[in-house]
């Protein structure tokens, strides 16, 4: 007997979800700029949003479309998604540059995160199936292709990912008591580099327990994520903890914008724990963007597989969700070694778990979540406008 097929979202519910759709260039999500116009949602759960862009020749009305087609389309019950892009009136484009305006002259702005940059949350509803090994390597894959790249570890009482990418030190702060800044850790790659924030660069030790409940944890979060002076990113990944809990409904109410990338194993049990971490992110209206499978198979040296935790838990989760599956990570021991040495597999040059890592930044760059180009939409209005407030 098949599962009864979900309603049709409430316009409502449409509406919460466009909040994750950030113009790059104005900084801000497309309903507080006024540029949705009308939301229509029939009995079928095909649903129908009116974009109006600043200009009709946008070059970023692609990249706004996918937006809204992959963040509406993520809700349940949703059968299809049409965008209808219109131009704005003058009085339409007038109240986006005053808001545009308010946004210049309120700095530093709620956060520093730069509106160009994805933000991917890299979750898994269970602990042991190596969501932080997938987290690092992905991260170091991506800065290998010569890309500037964010990792927060929200996992503050599982802390791992200093000794991962082998750094220490302390983070250092830098402003007043009011308006105060903290400044990511860099680690060079190759033309890339990573800019590191983890509550392992503020505790007294790697072996001390953070004995926090929920609202500090929340509290923690809201200060990596408010007060870090990011400067320039292309992709912010954020290390979520195991579960359901706390940090990731935090993380929804705080970053909208956020897309998750689901982690499991090939085992059923994995894969059913991670269809609910997939619930959870749809319901706080975040786009699940794919998944991804780690410890596939274990390749022995003379090229034979085992698939020591079963087999396609991994396409189990992405045809429950409705995401594709972006790629399969082996079982492999350099994995574990690489991150004990601080130096992740994913930089080794060659193998199959290296070829791995690669190909998921390839398609997560060329397909998935692509680097936004800022490239001339509405950037110029916004230099004026900056320009006027500083003169």
Not at 6 to 29: F, K, M, T, Y
Not at 137 to 165: K, Q, Y
Not at 372 to 389: H, K, Y
């Amino acid at each position: 007997m098949s599962a009864k097929a979900p309603p049709p979202p409430a316009d409502e519910a449409v509406v919460s979800a466009l909040r994750g759709v950030i113009d790059p260039e104005l900084g801000d999500n497309v309903v507080d700029l006024g540029m949705v116009r009308g939301v229509q949602v029939d009995a079928g759960g095909e649903v129908e949003v009116e974009l109006a862009l600043t200009i009709a020749g946008c070059p970023l009305r692609t990249q706004l479309r996918g937006d809204v087609e992959a963040r509406v389309g993520g809700l349940p019950g949703v059968g299809s998604v049409t965008v209808r892009m219109a131009e704005m009136t003058a009085e339409e484009r007038s109240r986006v540059m005053s808001r545009a305006r308010w946004k210049a002259r309120e700095r530093p702005s709620a956060t520093e995160i730069p509106a160009s940059a994805r933000v991917v949350a890299v979750a898994s509803g269970k602990g042991g199936v190596g969501k932080s090994s997938v987290t690092v390597n992905l991260a170091a894959a991506l800065a290998a292709r010569g890309l500037t790249v964010g990792l927060l570890d929200a996992d503050i009482w599982g802390f791992s990912i200093p000794r991962m990418l082998g750094i220490e030190g302390r983070i250092e702060a830098e402003g007043t008591t009011e308006a105060w800044s903290m400044i990511p850790i860099t680690k060079p790659v190759g033309s890339g580099q990573l800019k590191v924030v983890s509550m392992g660069f503020l505790a007294q030790g790697e072996d001390e327990a953070i004995m926090w409940r929920g609202l500090l944890l929340n509290r923690a979060l809201q200060h990596f994520i408010e007060n870090v002076r990011w400067g320039d990113l292309d992709y912010l990944l954020v290390d979520m903890p195991p579960g359901t809990g706390d940090i990731q409904m935090g993380l929804a109410r705080m970053l909208p914008r956020t897309e998750l990338i689901i982690v499991t194993t090939p085992a059923l049990a994995a894969a059913k724990v991670a269809t609910r971490a997939a619930d959870m992110a749809r319901k706080g209206y975040l786009r699940v963007a794919g998944v991804i499978e780690n410890m596939t198979a274990f390749v022995c040296e003379h090229g034979d597989s085992y698939p020591l935790f079963g087999q396609g838990g991994g396409q189990r989760v992405a045809d429950d969700i409705g995401a594709p599956l972006i790629g399969a990570v082996p079982l492999d021991p350099a994995v574990a070694l690489g991150g004990d040495a601080g130096t992740p597999v994913a930089l080794d040059g060659e193998g199959p778990t290296v070829e791995a890592f690669a190909s998921i930044a390839s398609r997560l760059v060329d397909e998935v979540l692509p680097v936004v180009e800022m490239s001339g939409c509405t950037a110029r209005l916004l230099d004026r406008v900056e320009a006027a407030l500083d003169s």
